[in-house]
């Protein structure tokens, strides 16, 4: 019985010693091209850019399928009626005479639309039948054959406008969907420096919850020996309180910007997160000229403003021809036939003739169509501002981050030295306080200035490739490869 409750003891003590163990995961080790990689494939924000060009591109489909011949039928089939019809007399009364029929038509038609003109032509096949069920008739009429055009005249004609439009729009969503992957790679730089910066924060705040503990149990023993003041020995207890503090907190900061980062770029995984330091900087000399030529060669700003401009000539264009004379063509030449027999249609069938034209002109509209043009004219110079204005403000974008960039490469390698440094001082000032050559006072400021440069060389860092990547951005162009961003 003892050995049976000892060997019942031993698998609970085996037990709570492997749980443990098995519970807690490795961290993933990550670097900041891993987090860039995974947040450019699996992100909401690249899931979105990319359903977003998908969207764009059927929508240019739909346009150039407009300019492609559109073959259809319609028609009507059935069309039955039974009611009481008016019916005028011969004498001039009215009476109302029973009918019973059916009229039933399917059309063929070939269209296809001209775009330098503005019109359409067509061919066309007709098929109409009727049957009177009151008198038990029935009738064929259709059109064998029938060419036929209609013609805007002097009117605005938009698919010549959508010709100029419609490519660039197309062009500037391709941009578009180039330059929201880069973006998330910006949030994603973002997110990952964040999470960083909360790694060293807590990192630094266990270091110094341990040293500042080590430091307080011997203080306590310089104490008895009367190397230290009783208000050193508080001063430092009052450091380790301040340091569990700092850790909670940091701590904390830590699981928050880990959960934003891991929700951002979908990262599934139970494994926590451990960020690699990402210390090897690109050094780059880039010529501003050549910043600006590659972002007006590639960004879809660029193509937007050729855009805009376009538009405000459709609209001025639109404003004085919708306020002058409009008139429409419509003509047609074919062959049509009629009789009892389907086949009848088709038998010696009779020339058709068709030609017509609608028109408008405006009278007197006591102003309206000069203010509407006057409209659209201020409104194509106000674009013409606008855009001279975004394309100065896009310009000084360029510089200021081209100039930045070059700043905090020299900027980079300062704080690291000075983090270098810092750490250096701080062991001295330690062994120091050990072997009582110094104050806590002194011990306190060497550990601020060691925490603060350690800091400084991580922002530092976070600020570089924001920058880095943000420079990609603007430009659309992989300055280190020397090549356009596709």
């Not at 330098?116 to 098929?127: D, E, M, Y």
């Not at 060293?200 to 705040?205: F, G, K, R, S, T």
């Not at 390698?413 to 062991?427: F, M, N, S, V």
């Not at 925490?451 to 990547?469: E, G, P, Q, S």
Request: charged fraction near 25%; charge should be neutral; proline fraction near 2%.
């Amino acid at each position: 019985m003892n050995i049976e409750k000892l060997l019942l003891l031993a698998g609970l003590l085996l037990r709570f010693l492997l749980e443990p163990t098995r519970a807690v995961a490795q961290p993933q080790h990550v670097t900041l091209e891993d987090v860039v990689q995974m947040a450019r494939a699996q992100s909401i924000a690249a899931k979105q850019a990319a359903t977003q060009k998908l969207t764009n591109y059927w929508q240019y489909r739909t346009f150039q399928a407009g300019f492609k011949p559109q073959l259809s039928l319609d028609g009507y089939l059935p069309s039955f009626e039974r009611s009481f019809t008016e019916v005028t007399q011969p004498d001039g009364t009215i009476s109302f005479q029973p009918i019973s029929n059916n009229n039933s038509v399917l059309n063929l038609a070939l269209s296809q639309n001209i775009a330098l003109t503005g019109g359409s032509v067509f061919v066309q096949k007709q098929l109409q039948r009727f049957d009177d069920f009151q008198r038990n008739n029935r009738l064929y009429n259709g059109i064998p054959f029938a060419v036929g055009l209609r013609q805007p005249l002097f009117q605005f004609n938009a698919m010549k406008w959508d010709r100029k439009i419609e490519p660039l729009k197309f062009e500037e969503s391709n941009q578009q969907f180039i330059e929201s992957l880069e973006q998330v790679t910006v949030d994603a730089t973002g997110l990952y420096f964040e999470l960083l910066v909360a790694q060293v924060n807590l990192q630094i705040a266990e270091k110094n919850l341990s040293n500042n503990d080590t430091l307080y149990k011997i203080a306590q023993h310089k104490l008895e020996l009367g190397k230290i003041s009783q208000n050193d020995l508080l001063q430092l207890q009052l450091s380790v309180l301040t340091a569990k503090k700092d850790y909670a907190s940091a701590r904390q900061n830590a699981e928050i910007a880990s959960l934003r980062l891991r929700s951002y770029m979908g990262y599934r995984n139970e494994q926590a997160l451990e960020l690699a330091v990402p210390t090897q900087i690109i050094e780059l000399t880039i010529d501003v000229k050549k910043a600006l030529q590659e972002a007006f060669n590639n960004r879809s700003d660029a193509i937007a403003f050729r855009r805009k401009m376009l538009e405000a000539q459709r609209d001025v264009d639109k404003a004085r021809k919708d306020n002058g004379l409009n008139a429409t063509l419509n003509a047609s030449f074919g062959l049509s036939n009629r009789g009892t027999h389907l086949g009848d249609v088709y038998i010696r069938p009779q020339d058709r003739e068709y030609f017509e034209i609608q028109f408008v002109l405006p009278i007197m509209t006591w102003g309206r169509a000069q203010a509407r043009t006057e409209t659209a004219k201020a409104n194509q110079q106000l674009t013409t501002q606008s855009v001279e204005q975004d394309k100065l403000t896009f310009e000084q974008a360029i510089y200021t981050q081209v100039t930045l960039l070059q700043m905090l490469q020299q900027q980079v390698k300062l704080t690291a030295e000075a983090d270098r440094i810092g750490q250096d001082r701080y062991q001295i000032a330690q062994n120091r306080f050990i072997l009582s050559d110094l104050s806590v006072t002194d011990l306190g400021i060497a550990m601020q200035e060691k925490d603060r440069a350690r800091r400084d060389a991580i922002l530092a860092l976070r600020d570089y490739w924001t920058a880095f990547y943000t420079i990609r951005l603007l430009t659309l162009y992989d300055f280190e490869r020397n090549e356009k961003i596709k």
